[in-house]
């Protein structure tokens, strides 16, 4: 599938429950992938789109100060044209590269994710995984493409903040 992106947020705890840290995160970013989530066809950057997510996380105080595994649930919108049926791309005005339609969905994923503290502003994200689904608003471009589809993620970055709790 070969999917790349880059992704960027900011996240803020503001509130401790014993061994929890709730707190805000707001994430955005865009991706590439060479397989379509609605056919079999493929090529390079044959998906592409954009998102922007906002949820709560809550990290967990572990015995090893260093480590700090978190959890969260977040909801937006993804603009993208993973759900496109590229077989029924026509070339336009002679062009023999095929137009691109993007639809608007509402995104929502769960992740689950470790970081590392490395120095006291900066931490390694070890990890993140996510899983969850986009669901087309309105009608789409008109080509009947998929109206739901599966979105998971595997990340990995680093990590720049305050210092703080």
């Known amino acids: 599938m070969n ?3 880059l992704s960027g947020g900011v ?3 503001f509130k401790s429950y014993g061994r929890i840290r709730l ?3 707001v994430r955005g970013g865009n991706f590439h992938a060479n397989k379509s989530a609605a056919t079999s066809a493929g090529g390079s950057s044959i998906t592409s789109g954009n998102y922007f997510l906002a949820g709560v996380r809550g990290t967990i105080r572990t015995p090893i100060s260093w480590l700090k595994p978190y ?3 977040s909801a ?3 603009h993208n044209d993973a759900t496109e049926p590229i077989n029924a791309f026509s070339p336009v005005n002679g062009s023999s ?3 691109r339609y993007y639809d608007g969905f509402v995104q929502y994923e769960g992740f689950i994710g470790a970081d590392i503290k490395v120095l006291p502003m900066i931490d ?3 990890i993140e995984l996510g899983i969850g689904n986009m669901n087309r608003l ?3 471009s008109g080509l009947g493409g998929t109206a739901s589809v599966g979105v998971r993620s595997i990340g990995a970055g680093v990590v720049f903040h305050l210092p703080g709790k």
């Open 3 to 5: 999917p790349t992106g």
């Open 11 to 13: 996240f803020y705890d």
């Open 23 to 25: 707190g805000v995160d």
């Open 71 to 73: 959890a969260q649930v």
């Open 76 to 78: 937006g919108y993804s």
């Open 97 to 99: 590269t095929p137009p």
């Open 124 to 126: 390694l994200r070890a």
């Open 138 to 140: 309105g009608t789409g």
